[in-house]
């Protein structure tokens, strides 16, 4: 596959471009608006809202925080959307579920 960003051939497997950085893998999961897990500054909503609309990270902090600056209503914004925005789901679902009745529950 290419990279979106700066048309280098790189590997179809690949989550982030070896060439420039842009993160390339989970397109199809980035539709959704949710705080990922790597490279926020706070709870990742700026992040997640700069990969949901396909705009650059700083940009989106820039504007957020002069809006919370000027009116006031970006913190309360960011709060909002801290609580409602959910958290990237992890790709490798690694929790292993714990064996049933591995230990005996003793009623009194
Ligand atoms: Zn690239």
Redesign the pocket.
Known sequence: MY?N??G?C?QDDANV?A??G?RVGGVIARKRLVRPREGRKIAGVCLGMAEYFDLDVTLVRVVWLITALMTGVGFIAYIIAWIVMPEEPYLLTSQAQAPAGQQPVTHP
Request: glycine fraction near 0%; hydrophobic fraction near 10%; include cysteine.
């Open positions: 990279c960003y700066c280098k790189i471009c060439y420039c842009t």
